[in-house]
């Protein structure tokens, strides 16, 4: 089945460590997201990648750090300069033309 | 400020009645999205309007999209509890969506 697969579903953290997101995606889709959620809140915008080898920023990128060395592959390293860590965590994936995004189950990281 | 606000935030209805969820949205993009979140679940995409005047109806839920006014309306029709979730619109300032807080709707008997 094609689709957008997250792991883990959850993850814990301890204070000052690095933790890394998997985000796989079978759908040959070019751009790919992450967002954050907050209790209550929409989702911001982490980092997008449109291509292989390229990422941006985006609204809430500090303390994150991506990667896009495959097309079916983005992940997100949570890095100890994130203070507030502890959100649910959304990658998604779009194909070429105008399409809506499709999101992964995400995975909810807390820290203890 | 890119910024997309949908009114209201809270929306709790008896089973049966109509209602309508505004999305209000400062960018001048021709594109907007509706999504649905069930509580502790990822999104699932409703709709996507694509012009000016576009409408798209599924079951109980119609949207609508109005360029101009930059607003687009999602009309909830004789509604159920399965209905109950938090409905999300997003407009794309050029690279990715950017999403609204949310309308979490209750459906009650």
């Known amino acids: 089945d094609g689709g957008i697969t997250q792991s883990p579903k959850y993850l814990f953290r301890k204070e000052g460590q690095n933790v890394t997101l998997s985000c796989e995606q079978n759908l040959n889709h070019d751009a790919m997201y992450w967002y954050r959620q907050d209790p209550g809140q929409g989702l911001r915008l982490i980092y997008y990648s449109q291509i292989v080898n390229d990422f941006q920023k985006g609204d809430i990128a500090e303390g994150y750090s991506v990667s896009r060395e495959k097309k079916e592959s983005f992940p997100l390293t949570v890095t100890s300069a994130q203070k507030n860590p502890t959100a649910f965590y959304l990658c998604a994936s779009r194909g070429q033309g105008v399409t809506e995004a499709f999101f992964g189950q995400g995975t909810r990281l807390t820290v203890v | 400020e890119l910024k997309v606000e949908q009114n209201p935030l809270f929306l709790s209805m008896q089973e049966g009645k109509n209602y309508t969820i505004y999305c209000n949205y400062s960018?001048?993009?021709?594109?907007l999205y509706w999504y649905r979140q069930d509580p502790g679940k990822s999104l699932e995409s409703l709709f996507v309007?694509?012009?000016?005047?576009a409408v798209k109806q599924e079951g109980r839920l119609m949207a609508s999209l109005d360029t101009k006014a930059r607003l687009s309306t999602l009309h909830i029709t004789a509604a159920v509890h399965d209905l109950s979730a938090t409905y999300f619109c997003?407009?794309?300032?050029?690279?990715?969506?950017?999403f609204g807080k949310g309308t979490s709707l209750l459906v009650t008997p």
């Open positions: 960018t001048t993009s021709d594109r």
């Open positions: 309007l694509l012009s000016n005047g």
């Open positions: 997003a407009d794309e300032p050029g690279y990715a969506l950017n």
